[in-house]
């Protein structure tokens, strides 16, 4: 809970129009970090992407089972030491060594820079074929000893993504997706503003630069540009860290998720909406109101049923499964209630409309 200093610091700052580091008067960390061991306590292979909050990656390392990997990369070559001296620290005291840290390429996570640079040391880059002979060896690294496999992250942890600018965790993002597993999850750490930032902002943060405050709402459109779903603001600090020509910078934890690509097969699959809200729009634009058995396409079916929906809705599958050589396309433009009677597998879900029509007339979801 904040405190009435706390609270008028705020209000006058707004009021004067004056800046104000919320961290640094009051010189409290926690109301300005956060860390739910919930997140990690199932995962088994954790991609850490960024680590400059020591704290929270040694939380992470604590927290996760003996049998699980954590991978973790670093960009800075300070920040990558500082961590590396602190978790041989930890490995002594404690013997927790699931762990490695590596030094990389935001632009490339595949690619292992040490071994990059031992290239670099023993071979000249001077004509163009050396060139091209960089360039074979860079893709051939990258897919015969990737320094992280595609598809191998349960859980991706990106921290601190103020420190890369817009067109970096666009790219940051991409290639998280490409290697979280199929119904991988993404938590991302970053202070977000509650109205646009006009000008240069300092961190509070010793060693670390905001390259880009985005808004509140924007985070939203960022992860799902690249198709995460599930998208949930998991975690809001009740102070700004800091106000900046009345403009409120917040730290906040993103949650979303993968998994929601592929074909839209009907198989007969409902689900329930339980409430209390009378209607929701998932990310593909299914609506659910409550207390109706809407029909979804198998693969919706999955993801609905699964995190962070699971809680929210029944997923009812149909009495008499229906094989794959037998399934039809789901149309996903239409959406209807489902009829009990297809549960029961007293009534067809073959559709007046053929497969050939449902692949030009809608989009799959």
Not at 6 to 14: M, W
Not at 95 to 109: H, V
Not at 147 to 176: C, H
Not at 293 to 307: D, H, I, P, Q, S
């Amino acid at each position: 809970m904040i405190n009435n200093l706390e609270l008028n610091l705020v209000k006058l700052a707004i009021e004067k129009n004056n800046d104000i580091d919320l961290l640094k008067s009051t010189g409290n960390r926690k109301c300005f970090e956060y860390f739910s061991e919930s997140e990690f306590l199932d995962a088994k292979n954790i991609l850490v992407i960024g680590a400059a909050n020591i704290n929270n990656i040694v939380r992470i390392i604590e927290t996760v089972s003996k049998d699980a990997k954590v991978l973790i990369l670093e960009n800075d070559e300070t920040i990558h030491s500082n961590l590396l001296k602190t978790l041989n620290e930890l490995k002594e005291e404690t013997g927790c060594g699931n762990w490695e840290l590596f030094r990389c390429y935001w632009d490339n996570l595949k690619l292992k820079q040490d071994l990059l640079e031992q290239y670099l040391s023993e071979n000249s880059v001077v004509k163009i074929k050396d060139y091209n002979s960089l360039l074979k060896y860079v893709e051939w690294q990258c897919e015969d000893k990737p320094l992280v496999p595609e598809g191998w992250a349960d859980l991706v942890y990106i921290g601190t993504m103020n420190r890369f600018s817009k067109e970096l965790s666009e790219k940051i993002l991409s290639q998280v997706f490409d290697l979280s597993q199929r119904y991988g999850k993404v938590l991302v750490d970053i202070i977000l503003s509650d109205e646009r930032v006009t000008k240069y902002v300092q961190s509070s943060y010793e060693g670390i630069d905001y390259c880009n405050i985005p808004k509140e709402e924007e985070i939203v459109d960022i992860l799902a540009r690249h198709s995460f779903h599930g998208i949930r603001y998991a975690w809001r600090a009740e102070l700004p860290i800091k106000v900046v020509d009345s403009v409120e910078l917040r730290p906040f934890l993103i949650t979303a998720y993968k998994g929601k690509q592929g074909i839209c097969i009907e198989k007969g699959h409902a689900v329930f909406y339980r409430g209390p809200w009378k209607e929701v729009i998932d990310d593909d634009g299914h609506k659910l109101v409550r207390g109706q058995r809407m029909a979804v396409c198998e693969k919706t079916f999955k993801v609905l049923t699964g995190v962070p929906y699971e809680n929210e809705v029944v997923g009812i599958s149909p009495y008499f499964m229906i094989s794959d050589e037998e399934a039809s396309l789901f149309d996903c433009s239409i959406r209807p209630v489902r009829d009990p009677k297809i549960t029961k597998g007293l009534k067809s879900v073959k559709s007046a409309i053929s497969d050939e029509e449902i692949a030009v007339s809608s989009k799959c979801c």
